[in-house]
């Protein structure tokens, strides 16, 4: 069973910051590209930052630069250090891995920004 366990998500004004976690197995973390993605209502989902298990990063064009995807080794988690926040940042952010031609998701956390 692969886990994905968000959590971080909240509601902050325009220019504020907010820290994604995103906890997941040992093995999921140590072997797997993970990424977080963002859906707004009525808009197509974006993929927003990948990093790869030897610590490799990609991101979006509309957060370069203000967010930034890290790894943390001793609790198997993935950061999603979110900074200079804008109200399009609003959405629901969901980890994900890919498992050959599966794609697994966690539960979401939900970004509000606004004044």
């Known amino acids: 069973q692969v886990q994905l366990v968000e959590s971080g998500g909240g509601l902050v004004q325009p220019g504020g910051s907010l820290r994604l976690n995103c906890a997941t197995s040992p093995d999921i973390f140590t072997l797997r590209i993970i990424n977080w993605s963002r859906q707004a209502p009525g808009k197509e989902r974006e993929l927003v930052a990948s990093?790869?298990?030897?610590?490799?990063?990609n991101y979006a064009s509309s957060v370069k630069g203000r967010f930034t995807i890290s790894r943390d080794a001793a609790t198997n988690t993935v950061h999603l250090q979110m900074n200079s926040l804008k109200p399009e940042d609003t959405a629901v952010y969901h980890c994900?891995?890919?498992?050959?031609?599966?794609?697994?998701w966690g539960q979401g956390t939900q970004v509000s920004v606004s004044s």
């Open positions: 990093i790869t298990p030897d610590g490799g990063t």
């Open positions: 994900n891995v890919q498992i050959g031609f599966s794609k697994y």
